[in-house]
């Protein structure tokens, strides 16, 4: 592989039993933003996501509708790859669990740790929560004797499983994070993984006997087993990499050598519910393969409605599709990227999706019709030639917070820090008062400045929000006369030749407005 930086990243895979919702949406978001940064700075970047296809839950679920499973996954797959093209998620990569590649790279990597000896047979038994797709002992219930993430029944199961030694890598595990300090972020998810694995780690069971179970991968070393959901899921991020090669004689596979590959994994995006699988089952398997570790983690807050986790079973998701009707794609990905703290929770209100859409309509969208309009009005739409130096040492600042904020996976801050660079921008035409400037031929050469330097710093802002808005900075390099949106570089750089630009340009018509022609409609 080139020496080109290069950058992977993943989010979960989404269970192909309930339509896309917004938390899903949500990750699916902060992926795509940082592809898009990574691919503007020059990285290649491999951005997977997928849908994971196999498992109790997936059987159950196409038993109720009455269709195989199969034709479910089918169907559910192609909503979310419809969702993620509505919201302009832009992936390189869509795995389905259920695809053949998947299915080999799964029977290889168990075949490796069989080799190894790292997988024995033994009795099951506990308790088991379909909806979560995990095992839970006696102790970890509700009182109730619920599930305790979900709080849903759980089943009592005793039967013969496969297990992976997976307590043998404890320690490896331990050292491994306490000596990187920021392999899980945030920190309150890396000390909750250290805190859980204070107590001695367990065995995982890998496998489900067939004559209970008949959705999934067989074991390749017991066909009468179907490979556990997690095990097969998490598989998913090595098996697009392409480091595995299933059809290479064995002790060929790949396993030793993934320097061809986009193996590890940068960064894999999860909430913070499935922070165990990835922080503990996913490296410790790996370990056991002798395969590099993902070089980060982050797992995300919640979205919650009032106190209440947004979720389909308390029956209070908000369609992100529906807020995209009135407002755009562009407004909801930034709302959403904005509002909540990489890393905390975050509650949705209507008031606060205004205040934000706000910052956008009064703020960004104000600058670029203001200064459009004044190159319109004083200068026949075309830029004068002028240094456009007035904001220099704060669009150098705010580049260099925007570069700190996003490498260190802050991105809400990086985008306030670019929202911040507009406002100021808006300060400076108060301060400059073109409009006073234009009465006076003397101060031609002045205004030039001011109006060239407000064309910069547009074309500075198109470019920094182009990751979360994508379209509306589209359209903003192309009123600006740009060619296409600049990369962060070019944009610092230089002003193209007198361009001719648009002016009229309404960005983000005011709330009311749009609230207004959503009523009329
Ligand atoms: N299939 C597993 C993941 C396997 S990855 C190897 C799974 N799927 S899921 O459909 O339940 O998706 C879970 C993910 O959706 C969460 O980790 C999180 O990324 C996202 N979210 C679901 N609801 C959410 C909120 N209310 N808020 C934010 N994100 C949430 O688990």
Same mark, same amino acid.
């Given at each position: ?56 839950? #997936? ?85 109730? =004797?619920?599930?305790?993430?979900? %709080?849903?029944?759980?089943?009592? #199961?005793?039967?013969? %499983? ?17 000596? %990187?300090?920021? &392999? ?14 204070? %107590? ?7 496998? +489900? ?5 008949? &959705? ?27 480091? #595995? ?5 064995? =002790? ?9 590959? &986009? ?6 995006? #999860? ?29 995300? =807050? ?30 909801? +990905? &930034? ?26 309509? *009064? ?62 921008? *808006? ?12 009465? *006076? ?17 547009? =074309? ?62």
């Amino acid at each position: 592989m080139s020496d080109l930086p290069r950058t992977y990243l993943t989010t979960p895979i989404y269970y192909a039993t309930g339509e896309p919702h917004i938390g899903h949406a949500y990750t699916s978001f902060l992926a795509d933003t940082l592809a898009r940064y990574h691919r503007q700075t020059g990285a290649s970047v491999l951005f997977l996501t997928g849908t994971d296809e196999h498992g109790q839950k #997936i059987q159950e679920e196409a038993t109720r509708r009455g269709v195989e499973p199969q034709k479910l996954c089918d169907e559910m797959a192609a909503r979310f790859r419809q969702a993620w093209a509505e919201l302009d998620i832009e992936y390189d990569r869509f795995i389905r669990t259920t695809e053949e590649e998947h299915r080999q790279v799964v029977r290889s990597f168990l075949r490796r740790l069989h080799r190894r000896d790292l997988i024995y047979r033994d009795t099951y038994q506990g308790w088991y929560c379909v909806h979560e797709e995990r095992y839970w002992t006696e102790k970890d219930l509700t009182p109730e =004797g619920n599930c305790p993430d979900c %709080n849903r029944p759980v089943r009592e #199961i005793e039967e013969q %499983n496969y297990f992976f030694r997976m307590s043998r890598y404890q320690e490896e595990l331990i050292r491994h994070i306490e000596s %990187n300090a920021d &392999w899980i972020v945030p920190e309150v998810r890396r000390n909750e993984v250290l805190g859980f694995l204070q %107590n001695p780690l367990s065995d995982l069971s890998i496998s +489900r006997p067939r004559t209970r179970l008949r &959705w999934g991968i067989p074991l390749p070393f017991d066909e009468d087993h179907v490979t556990y959901v997690w095990v097969d899921a998490l598989i998913n991020y090595l098996t697009a990499s392409g480091a #595995i090669r299933p059809d290479r004689p064995e =002790g060929d596979e790949g396993f030793d050598d993934v320097s061809g590959s &986009w193996w590890p994994a940068d960064l894999h995006l #999860i909430g913070k519910d499935i922070l165990t699988t990835h922080a503990v089952y996913w490296p410790t398997l790996l370990l056991g393969a002798g395969l590099p570790l993902p070089r980060r983690i982050l797992a995300h =807050g919640w979205w919650t409605v009032g106190r209440d986790k947004m979720s389909k079973s308390l029956g209070n998701v908000v369609d992100p599709l529906a807020l995209r009707e009135q407002f755009g794609t562009d407004a909801v +990905r &930034w709302y959403l990227m904005r509002e909540m703290p990489t890393g905390g929770d975050a509650s949705y209100t209507p008031e606060r999706f205004l205040i934000r859409y706000d910052e956008l309509a *009064n703020v960004l969208g104000n600058l670029a019709s203001r200064a459009l309009s004044m190159i319109g009005r004083y200068r026949e739409g075309v830029l004068p030639q002028a240094a456009g130096v007035g904001l220099e040492d704060e669009i150098r600042e705010t580049l260099a917070s925007f570069h700190q904020s996003m490498e260190s996976l802050r991105l809400h801050e990086a985008l306030g820090a670019a929202m911040d660079l507009a406002r100021v921008a *808006n300060g400076y035409v108060e301060a400059t008062e073109p409009w006073a400037l234009a009465k *006076n031929p003397e101060r031609a050469d002045e205004l030039n400045e001011v109006l060239s330097t407000l064309h910069r710093t547009l =074309g500075v802002l198109a470019a920094l929000l182009f990751p979360v808005m994508p379209g509306k900075m589209r359209e903003l390099a192309a009123a600006l006369g740009l060619e296409g949106v600049p990369s962060l570089e070019e944009s610092v750089r230089s002003t193209p030749l007198a361009p001719r630009v648009s002016a009229g340009l309404r960005l983000f018509p005011k709330a009311d407005k749009v609230a207004a022609d959503a009523g009329g409609a």
